[in-house]
Structure formats: C-alpha cells, structure tokens
C-alpha cells in the first residue's frame, strides 16, 4: 500500500486530499496543529471506510521539531503498515493573512515565511531520508503567484518561491526517481484567513470561468491523482487547479 504524509490534513484541502488518496487505496498520515480532534476525525473516517490512517502533531512553522517528528512518524509507519518508508509527502499546512504591503509586519512577513516556504523546505529535507526510491513531493502553492488581487503579498511571494524551490527538488531528487511538482489553487471554500462572506464569494466566482469557488476536494482529488501511476511523467510542474481563475 503507497503511504502519503499530508501536512494539515485535518481541515480544508489537507483533509479533502487524505480522504482521497484513502479512497485511492493509500495509506494515510496526516498532520495537525491547533485541531487533534478535527484530525482524528479524518482518521475515524478513512478507517470506517475500510483504510488506514493516522494523525500526528506537527508546527510547520517550528523546524527544530522536525528530527523528533520524523522519529515520530518512522514509529507510526512502524506501527500502522509495518515498514520503513513512505511514498509521497504532500506540504500543504498554510494559513491566510489579508494586509496590504503597507500594514505588514516583520512579525506577520516572517510568520507566513516560515510555515509558506522554509517549513516544507527544511520538512522535506528532515524526511527525505525516509521517503522511498520512486516517491513524490507535491507542494501547495496558490493562484495568488499568478494574479495579484487580494492583498496577500508575501504570503503569494512565499508560495512563488516554493514553486521555484519545487523545480529544484524534482532536480536534485531526480537520481533517486522522486517527482516534484505543485499544485496551485484558486479560491477553495475553506477556512483560511477567516473564510469566505457572500460578497467575497460572488466576487470570487464572477472571476472564475465555471462560474463558482472550488470545493476541497476539487483539488483533494486531483492531488490524490496526481500522486498515482499514470501521473508517473508529470515532474516539476506548477499546475493551477482554479475552475479556470481570472483567464
Ligand atoms: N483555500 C484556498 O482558497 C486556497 C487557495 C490557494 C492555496 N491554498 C493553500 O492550501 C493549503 C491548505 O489551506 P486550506 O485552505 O485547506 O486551509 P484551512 O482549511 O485553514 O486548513 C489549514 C490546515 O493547515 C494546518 N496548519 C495551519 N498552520 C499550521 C502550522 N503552523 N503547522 C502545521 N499545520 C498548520 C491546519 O491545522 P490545524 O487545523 O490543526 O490548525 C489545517 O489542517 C495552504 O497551504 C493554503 O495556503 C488555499
């Protein structure tokens, strides 16, 4: 059974992609910060469904965590599947911070910076060693890179620079067969940065070519496809998953 690490899975897309992949036939670890019990719940119900799953506690935004978390998660892997390797980490835990570039703080800039990019630069790095031959990075980046619309500098910023970090990635772990791409959505109906109003929905969906605001597992599931079989020669791409975002 390929085993997939997904950081915040335990709302929103994290979630969505979890479900997914279980359904997929993947062995499941999820990660979560603030919300044990929202995340036991994901694990409640891949393993109703007939899965395998479990959740462990993760700051991304604190890498000096991150050799213990990895000890974790070879104990888990250990455990649950009984082996010593997984197949794909995918780093999507984020949050959102609407303030124009004239009202954001050092504090703010360097909070988004270390959960946006140097988290899952320094995360995959931790685990790389237990990553399998053949595995598969997916970082989540955002449509923001692509259109600048809504306030969110440097948290768009951070994310360019982890799809730039991804072409990277797939370079340098190309000797050891692991893909590296990242997946870029439009406006997702989640909680970040405080959710979605009417308004900024209807606004939302008029800029998008469907003509609605993408579901979770709108993109959940093409993650979860992206990390099969027949996606095996798609490397180190950004690919937006927008319903077609501000064309
Ligand atoms: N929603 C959108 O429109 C949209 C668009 C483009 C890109 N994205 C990206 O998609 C990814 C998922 O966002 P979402 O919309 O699904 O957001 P969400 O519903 O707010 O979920 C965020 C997830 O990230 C986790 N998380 C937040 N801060 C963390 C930290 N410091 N360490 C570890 N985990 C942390 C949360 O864990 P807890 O629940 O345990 O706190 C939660 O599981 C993010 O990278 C975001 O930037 C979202």
């Not at 979630?15 to 997914?20: I, K, N, P, V």
């Not at 019990?37 to 994901?42: F, L, M, N, R």
């Not at 692509?146 to 306030?151: C, I, K, L, Q």
């Not at 993650?223 to 180190?236: K, T, V, Y």
């Given at each position: 059974?390929?085993?997939?690490?997904?950081?915040?899975?335990?709302?929103?897309?994290g979630?969505?992609?979890?479900?997914?992949c279980?359904r997929?036939?993947?062995?499941?670890?999820?990660?979560?910060?603030?919300?044990q019990?929202?995340?036991?719940?994901?694990v409640?119900?891949i393993?109703?469904?007939?899965?395998?799953?479990?959740?462990?506690?993760?700051?991304?935004?604190?890498?000096?965590?991150?050799p213990?978390f990895?000890?974790?998660?070879?104990?888990?892997?250990?455990?649950?599947?009984?082996?010593?390797r997984f197949?794909a980490?995918?780093?999507?835990?984020?949050?959102?911070?609407?303030?124009?570039?004239?009202?954001?703080?050092?504090?703010?800039?360097?909070a988004?910076y270390?959960?946006?990019?140097k988290?899952?630069?320094?995360l995959?790095?931790?685990?790389?060693p237990?990553?399998?031959?053949?595995g598969?990075?997916?970082n989540?980046?955002?449509?923001?890179t692509?259109?600048?619309?809504?306030?969110v500098?440097?948290y768009?910023?951070?994310?360019?620079?982890?799809?730039?970090?991804t072409?990277?990635?797939?370079?340098?772990?190309?000797?050891?067969?692991?893909?590296a791409?990242?997946?870029?959505?439009?406006a997702?109906?989640?909680?970040?940065?405080?959710?979605l109003?009417d308004?900024?929905?209807?606004?939302?969906?008029?800029?998008?070519?469907l003509?609605?605001?993408?579901?979770?597992?709108?993109?959940?599931?093409m993650?979860?496809?992206?990390?099969?079989?027949?996606?095996?020669?798609?490397?180190?791409q950004?690919i937006?998953?927008?319903?077609?975002?501000?064309?």
């Open positions: 059974m390929p085993i997939v690490i997904i950081t915040g899975g335990s709302r929103g897309i979630a969505a992609t979890a479900l997914a279980a997929r036939g993947m062995g499941v670890l999820i990660t979560f910060n603030a919300n019990d929202a995340a036991e719940t994901v409640k119900t393993c109703q469904q007939g899965g395998q799953a479990a959740a462990v506690k993760l700051d991304v935004a604190d890498s000096a965590s991150f213990a990895r000890d974790e998660v070879a104990r888990r892997l250990e455990a649950v599947w009984n082996t010593d197949d980490l995918v780093n999507n835990a984020g949050f959102g911070q609407f303030n124009p570039i004239v009202s954001v703080t050092e504090d703010d800039f360097d988004l270390r959960v946006h990019l988290g899952p630069f320094f995959t790095q931790t685990l790389l237990l990553m399998a031959d053949g598969h990075v997916v989540i980046s955002s449509a923001t692509r259109v600048a619309t809504s306030g500098a440097p768009a910023a951070f994310k360019g620079g982890l799809e730039v970090l072409r990277y990635m797939a370079k340098e772990f190309g000797d050891r067969r692991i893909r791409n990242s997946i870029a959505p439009g997702i109906r989640t909680d970040l940065g405080g959710g109003n308004e900024f929905e209807t606004l939302l969906a008029g800029q998008t070519a003509g609605r605001i993408g579901e979770p597992d709108d993109v959940g599931a993650i979860a496809n992206l990390l099969g079989e027949d996606s095996r020669w798609i490397n180190a950004t937006e998953v927008s319903g077609g975002y501000m064309i």
